[in-house]
């Protein structure tokens, strides 16, 4: 006999939508299937065989995170393909800092109801981000929540697990004056700051519709572009040379993230006319009137990953980044001090 229940239908929860969503999404699950994954969605735990394969000391490294408030522009837009790899994005991009590479994922969504096509199509993006961190997608949840939100909204949560050798770890502690600064560019905004980008453009169908020309597309569009995963640009920058931080810029901008990735008594020097900023962030201070101080303490402004090498290895630790695909130049150099972070002019 199948599962079903009239009485739990009626309450607001239609098991059988979720049986419908399961089988939509397995098409798109099937594309992130590597080599280690053992199981496909539907079971109680999702099975990963590590290979050890010239690791002596293997140490795991989990992360976790959301999308945040970037999903209320994906329900104006009622466009749901891209917030996935947003989600996939946080947590994998949080575990290579450290030089692990990811091995697998679970998504976690939370809907108020389940609407089989619109869950299919946000766990397609969930797995093209895991196609782009070469990580399976071995498992996941989506619960109903009738009364909690409303029918059309959902959120979107995720957790990934990488692996590195216990003494290829990165050792932030070798860090010192001198050394240069690389950033890795972003693609936009990302996924953080949205809160504040809601309340400076007022977000609504019609705003996020209009064309933008310094844009080059509506801002609904650009505010939507996915965070960049930047799985393979890391992973080629640690076997071309010796990494000696990396730091993910989220929410927090460079003031947050990067002191994170820096011993004591060291800081990052970044001349202000060296960071290669988006246009999308002039409009956001410009249309909020905000303070440069406050983007750089919000917003990546352009730089998605910024990794510290000896300076001798600068070239070659751009020209690794760009062979992978991700466009990188010399963002600053660190400096004895404690203040942190230290933007010129």
């Known amino acids: 006999m199948k599962s079903f ?15 419908k969503a ?3 999404m397995k098409a798109h699950v099937a594309r992130t299937m590597t080599k280690g994954a ?9 099975l990963f065989e590590l290979d050890m394969t010239g ?7 989990s992360g976790t995170d ?10 104006i837009m009622n466009k749901h393909n891209t917030v996935g790899i947003d989600c996939v994005a946080m947590c994998v991009n949080d575990i290579i800092c450290c030089g692990a590479k990811p091995q697998f994922f679970l998504d976690y969504i939370a809907c108020g109801k389940n609407i089989p096509e619109k869950i299919a199509e946000i766990v397609s993006g969930v797995a093209e981000g895991c196609v782009q961190a070469e990580c399976a997608l071995i498992g996941g949840e989506t619960a109903e929540h009738p009364g909690l939100m409303p029918d059309d909204e959902y959120d979107l949560a995720g957790f990934s697990v990488g692996i590195v050798d216990k003494d290829k770890i990165i050792d932030t502690s070798t860090q010192k004056a001198g050394d240069v600064m690389i950033a890795i560019k972003s693609s936009g905004v990302h996924s953080n700051g949205f809160s504040l980008i809601r309340k400076v453009f007022n977000v609504n169908e019609q705003n996020l519709a209009r064309h933008q020309s310094d844009l080059g597309m509506t801002l609904g569009d650009c505010l939507l572009t996915p965070t960049r995963i930047y799985v393979k640009a890391v992973m080629s920058l640690i076997d071309a040379v010796k990494v000696k931080s990396l730091s993910h810029i ?12 820096l011993p004591d008594g060291i800081s ?7 960071v290669q900023v988006l246009p999308i962030f002039d409009l956001i201070a410009g249309s909020g009137k905000i303070p440069e101080r406050d983007m750089f303490n919000t917003f990546n402004m352009g730089v998605g990953m910024c990794a510290v090498v000896d300076k001798n290895d600068a070239d070659k630790a751009v020209a690794a980044i760009k062979a992978a695909g991700e466009e990188a130049y010399v963002l600053g150099e660190l400096v004895e001090s404690d203040e942190g972070v230290i933007i010129q002019g």
């Open 5 to 19: 229940s009239e009485s739990y239908k009626e309450a607001g929860v239609d098991v059988t939508a979720g049986y």
């Open 22 to 24: 399961v089988e939509l």
């Open 38 to 46: 053992l199981s496909g969605i539907g079971g109680f735990g999702g």
């Open 55 to 61: 690791i002596s000391k293997p140490v795991l490294v």
């Open 66 to 75: 959301g999308v945040g408030t970037k999903i209320k522009i994906a329900f």
């Open 250 to 261: 989220t929410g927090g901008g460079f003031y947050e993230n990067i002191p994170r990735s």
């Open 268 to 274: 990052a020097k970044i001349a202000r006319s060296d």
